[in-house]
């Protein structure tokens, strides 16, 4: 019986994993629908790995190399990063970072939300897909 859950738990995590591999593809190329290569800063070793597996994308292992910092911690490399595309994994850390992030994906009661701020993406004149429309909000 502990084998079976242990082996159920496991398939949930798996697709999970590339539930959020796939977001996230959608998501970079939402962002970036003209660049073939797109060069991402992450901070978090777990979620590096799921980075690298998203065609079109490559993981660079410094801020300054890259189109967009995926950002996951609170991270000093935003402080040295002026004009950056950052985008977050945490409702938490999207408030935190509002004046700079374009946005951010989360789990919530075990559902992906998808958030962009609209001031954001015009200060980087970023452009959306229409499908893109109903997860951009207006923020004070």
Same mark, same amino acid.
């Given at each position: 019986? +502990? +084998?079976? #859950?242990?082996?159920?738990? @496991? #398939?949930?995590?798996?697709?999970?994993?590339?539930?959020?591999?796939?977001? &996230?593809? @959608?998501?970079?190329?939402?962002? %970036?629908?003209?660049?073939?290569?797109?060069?991402?800063?992450?901070?978090?070793? *777990?979620?590096?790995? @799921? /980075?690298?597996? !998203?065609?079109?994308? !490559?993981?660079?292992?410094? #801020?300054?190399? #890259?189109?967009?910092? =995926?950002? /996951?911690?609170?991270?000093?490399?935003?402080?040295?990063? *002026?004009?950056?595309?950052? =985008?977050?994994?945490?409702?938490?850390?999207?408030?935190?970072?509002?004046?700079?992030?374009?946005?951010? %994906? /989360?789990?919530?009661?075990?559902?992906? $939300?998808?958030? %962009?701020?609209?001031? $954001?993406?015009?200060?980087?004149?970023?452009? @959306?897909?229409?499908? /893109?429309? +109903? &997860? !951009?909000?207006?923020?004070?």
């Amino acid at each position: 019986m +502990k +084998k079976a #859950a242990l082996l159920i738990a @496991l #398939a949930l995590a798996t697709l999970a994993a590339g539930v959020e591999e796939q977001i &996230y593809g @959608l998501i970079i190329q939402a962002i %970036f629908p003209k660049k073939s290569i797109v060069r991402v800063w992450v901070d978090d070793t *777990k979620k590096r790995e @799921l /980075f690298s597996h !998203i065609g079109r994308v !490559i993981v660079v292992p410094e #801020a300054e190399q #890259a189109d967009a910092l =995926f950002l /996951f911690h609170e991270h000093k490399a935003l402080r040295h990063c *002026k004009n950056c595309i950052v =985008f977050v994994g945490s409702y938490p850390l999207l408030l935190k970072t509002q004046n700079e992030a374009i946005g951010g %994906f /989360f789990w919530q009661k075990g559902r992906p $939300n998808i958030i %962009f701020l609209r001031k $954001n993406l015009q200060a980087h004149n970023i452009q @959306l897909p229409s499908d /893109f429309s +109903k &997860y !951009i909000e207006d923020r004070p």
